[in-house]
């Protein structure tokens, strides 16, 4: 969820080459004078409505990811660490491809509606759970709701902005990111130091009822209701949707098979990919796996960037809780300023002027991505100072905000108005499968050399020393952000592939 969409180019829409025409694009404010803003009197609701979603959702990836830790160990389900990231992004695809064609049916008010009521049930789920398990089903639950909401925040700009707006827009959403990366952290550790893990959980879902206040009237007004022209589409591809459940259930058995070391896990692992491999060819534009030229290379590589950077970031709190003795507070704040720095990477790649050095961009965040993920794993090193991993992550969230911002430009000028959810529903699956494939490859990994041994409890019982009671598991931790960076790597090369 850290990849929420920010970022669009400037241009006007008749010079977009996305096959837009005058009349989808939102009035000008006060007689086109060419001023109007996001907070101008016809757009500032739905912005401040949306922008707080966003804020929602940012709240609970920060609060969420800190108090991981404890609540799988309580769980006895650090063996199943994986599992409770891999289960979001996994049902998550089911999400995104409803949502895009939803979106492009009916508009992206009910999938919007109907995602963020998902996304609080299934927090409450977890939040409750008395076995990892239940955990787990419960951010599957949640992964629904993110991913029709996702995809709905990406059509709803699309049909409530005029172009020249939408950089702002999208700029916003990353600078939604910046207080709860900030003071998410330091929150929900005290919480969780202090009340219990499951009220970082279940305190959440209160501020739903915010947002959908604040946002659901405008949105009513301004983006309600089927795209022009989607009465001349085809009745809606229920054909999609069960590709989209095919790639959920083939993505589930592979992190099943990746968990077990048995032989047998072979006929799980086979069966995954003969359900995944032609569903995502299906679902995903033609060339997507290949890098084609355009709009497939900037699929996948919004897939690269998103699941080398999100996995590996996944494992940081655990990492420092178990293996150099941090707090789970102090484990949190370690990533606190990449919030900023995302949003400052997103403001740059905004500005008018570097539109014609978009690949530029592309390619030197991807580097900076790779950087960030390669040196992660020298803070096992003892001698090495923890404050020095802050500054390489800050680094690589800005590579991230330079790359993901620029992804979601070039997406909507490659889309026309009709095929907007679409298309946006095929980023955001490239993301949220790229995070199943490469949690069940990196879970893997982590399981075979020893990782489901580390225990925070042993650690918080420790007076002092990096590894709390004899749990060191640095090849584990090693493992995962090698293949990260490796990843990464390979996202330089295809972004010289993104226009055609």
Known sequence: MAAIGEGNTG??????????????VAPPYEGGTGKETVLSGPYRPLTLGIVSVVLLIAFEATAVGTAMPVAADELNGIALYAYAFSAFFTTSIVGM??????????????PLATGIAAFATGLVLSGTAVTMWIFVLG????????????????????????EKLRPTVMAAFAASWVVPAIVGPLISGTVTEHLGWRWVFLGIPVLVVVPLVVMLPPLKRKASGPPEGAENQPPADTRRIRLALAVAVGAGLLQYASQDLRLIALVPAVAGAALLVPSVRALLPT????????????????????GSYIVAESFIP???????????????LTLAAGGATWALGSFIQSRAGLEAHRERLVRGGMALVAFSLAYSPLVLIESVPVWTLTLAMALGCFGMGLVISSLSVLLLRLSAPEEA??????LQLS???????????????????????????ATADAAHGAAGGGAAQPGAFTAIYAVSAVVALAGVGVAGRLRK
Request: net charge positive.
């Open 11 to 24: 241009a006007r829409a008749d010079e977009s080459g996305s096959g837009a025409r005058t009349e989808d």
């Open 318 to 332: 655990l990492m420092l809780v178990t293996q150099r003795g941090l707090s789970v507070t102090m484990a949190g």
């Open 431 to 457: 993301d949220g499968l790229s995070n199943v494939l490469l949690l069940a490859l990196t879970g893997a990994l982590f399981a075979a050399l020893g990782g489901g041994s580390v225990s925070v409890s």
């Open 97 to 110: 491809v409803s949502s895009g064609q939803w979106c492009d049916k009916r508009g992206p008010l009910p």
């Open 139 to 162: 951010r599957a639950v949640q992964g629904i709701g993110g991913g029709l909401v996702i995809v709905a925040l990406y059509v709803t700009v699309s049909r409530a902005f005029p």
């Open 421 to 426: 959810g679409r298309n946006s529903a095929a």
């Open 287 to 306: 060339g997507t796996l290949r890098a084609a030229r355009g709009l497939p290379a900037v699929v996948l590589l919004r897939g690269m960037a998103a």
